[in-house]
């Protein structure tokens, strides 16, 4: 089973509104250090990479799962770029939904559109090869999650 999530007319009408807000904060910033505009400039410039950022890594991205033979491949593409993982359905520890777990660990991968709503992801706990515990945010259909669930499961 294979789906691909992308970025539609939706997340492109909150990045325009949540330009249009930085746009005036960073007016209010210039402003505010009207008699020293270069330090106004930088905030405003490091304002808008950080923005760009969010905008380049998920809304401009192109999501890839695949489960297939009781492996779960995650593709983010960006223009030509690849960043993929591989995870065998039985080294899935947890799987979570909506909510980030309290232990969930601190090295994640996040393979997301959303950069503000959680209500549809899904959390993965995995053991890698050497033993230490990886994690990956995904978002996928119902469907995906529920064979995930049903791969992770079987006996091996």
């Known amino acids: 089973m294979s789906e691909e999530v992308t970025a539609g007319g939706r997340e492109f009408v909150f990045a325009?509104?949540?330009?249009?807000?930085?746009?005036?904060?960073c007016g209010v910033i210039m402003s505010v250090f009207s008699r020293y505009f270069v330090i106004g400039a930088i905030i405003s410039l490091l304002i808008f990479c950080v923005?760009?950022?969010?905008?380049?890594?998920?809304?401009?991205?192109?999501?890839?799962?695949?489960?297939?033979?009781?492996?779960?491949?995650?593709?983010?593409?960006?223009?030509?770029?690849n960043k993929e993982i591989e995870i065998p359905c039985s080294a899935?520890?947890?799987?979570?939904?909506?909510?980030?777990p309290r232990s969930f660990p601190k090295r994640r991968y996040n393979m997301t559109k959303s950069i503000i709503s959680s209500k549809r992801l899904m959390y993965i706990v995995y053991t890698d090869a050497d033993g230490t515990l990886g994690a990956a945010i995904i978002q996928p259909s119902s469907e995906l999650m529920q064979e995930i669930e049903k791969e992770r499961k079987k006996p091996i």
């Open 92 to 100: 899935i520890t947890d799987t979570s939904y909506g909510s980030m």
């Open 51 to 81: 923005f760009g950022f969010f905008v380049l890594t998920r809304y401009t991205a192109r999501f890839t799962y695949t489960l297939k033979d009781g492996r779960l491949r995650i593709n983010r593409m960006i223009g030509k770029r």
């Open 16 to 25: 325009m509104i949540w330009a249009a807000l930085l746009y005036a904060v």
